[in-house]
């Protein structure tokens, strides 16, 4: 552990001597042989990215608590964009995250399947067309979740979607692995996952508790995504510390948008697994701003080294340097 942090300091000194990126002095330090894994880092990507933290109100009927949501988030779009930000991330019901019980046919004191009659769709869609049409006037991509009304009797998905920099609705994903009460009561389940690009950055998208599922940010890093934001009204466990070990373990950007109310702040994690950028802990709405950049050091070695090596090992690597021995195969074998 001495060694390399002898070896980060000396990668540092001579970018911080020469002015180059810490990717290029690494290659200094690092002469890569023709084909060697180093190549993979040449194509290096960067964009502006902005997480959001906000109030979350429960009542859709309540068609004036949607319009001050909607105003909510077109303030932080006008922050983030004075910023610098290219694309901002909104967190779970930054609109309204519709109550079970509010919803409830057997509410207010039992949950039962969600009358979404009681919704205020057009206030809600009004809002969500002022949202598009502010992403398209500030060139701000904007990636906002919703609730998503299907036909009838269909229930609707709990949804993210993504607004381009000309406001128009690119893509939308929807909550696959759902609570036990959303899946019962509230919505239909999603099928898929989605990624988009802004600036040649590839984002994946996840929602609500799936924070828990390893297996949906795997298939985000085999979809090769650099960045995936994760935006949740809240769900048990440090979902804090999980962002950080899915961002390592993928190695890519995981921006995480969560309500004012949470206990721990909305933030960006970087693919080694540091918080670069972190809202204020003290509840108020806000963005933090980062440059999702390969060439930082807290993207470099996981990018450029990590990554492509997990995938080397797991494409069958091991299997030419395996043995037929007996003192392999005889598990009780003694030193």
Not at 139 to 160: A, C, K, Q, Y
Not at 271 to 279: H, I, S, T
Not at 316 to 330: A, F, L
Request: include cysteine; proline fraction near 7%.
């Amino acid at each position: 552990m001495t060694a390399r942090r002898n070896f980060k300091r000396q990668v540092r000194a001579r970018a911080a001597k020469t002015g180059e990126s810490y990717t290029s002095a690494l290659r200094h330090f690092l002469p890569t042989p023709p084909g060697d894994v180093m190549s993979e880092a040449g194509n290096l990507k960067s964009v502006r990215l902005a997480v959001a933290q906000s109030p979350v109100r429960e009542d859709p009927r309540d068609g004036e608590a949607l319009r001050e949501s909607g105003r909510e988030v077109r303030a932080l779009m006008r922050e983030a964009h004075a910023r610098g930000a290219r694309i901002v991330h909104f967190p779970e019901g930054a609109i309204c995250f519709p109550s079970k019980l509010v919803m409830s046919v057997d509410g207010p004191d039992a949950i039962g399947p969600a009358d979404w009659d009681r919704c205020q769709w057009r206030v809600l869609q009004s809002e969500l067309a002022a949202i598009a049409a502010l992403a398209g006037t500030l060139r701000l991509w904007t990636v906002i979740p919703s609730v998503h009304r299907l036909s009838e009797p269909n229930r609707p998905h709990n949804s993210l979607y993504v607004i381009s920099d000309r406001g128009e609705v690119v893509t939308r994903y929807d909550e696959r692995l759902l609570s036990r009460t959303k899946v019962l009561y509230m919505y239909s389940p999603g099928v898929s996952p989605v990624t988009f690009e802004v600036d040649g950055v590839r984002f994946g998208c996840l929602l609500g508790m799936e924070i828990h599922y390893p297996e949906l940010f795997a298939e985000y890093e085999r979809l090769d995504v650099d960045c995936v934001l994760f935006s949740t009204s809240g769900t048990p466990g440090n979902t804090a510390a999980q962002a950080q070990g899915h961002a390592t373990v993928n190695s890519y950007w995981v921006s995480l948008s969560v309500p004012t109310r949470y206990p721990t702040p909305s933030g960006i994690v970087a693919p080694n697994g540091d918080w670069l950028a972190r809202c204020p802990s003290d509840g108020s709405p806000s963005v933090a701003v980062v440059n999702l950049d390969d060439s930082s050091e807290a993207a470099a070695d996981a990018v450029t080294y990590g990554r492509p090596w997990r995938r080397e090992a797991r494409g069958g690597i091991y299997t030419e340097h395996q043995v037929n021995d007996p003192r392999s195969e005889d598990r009780t074998a003694a030193f």
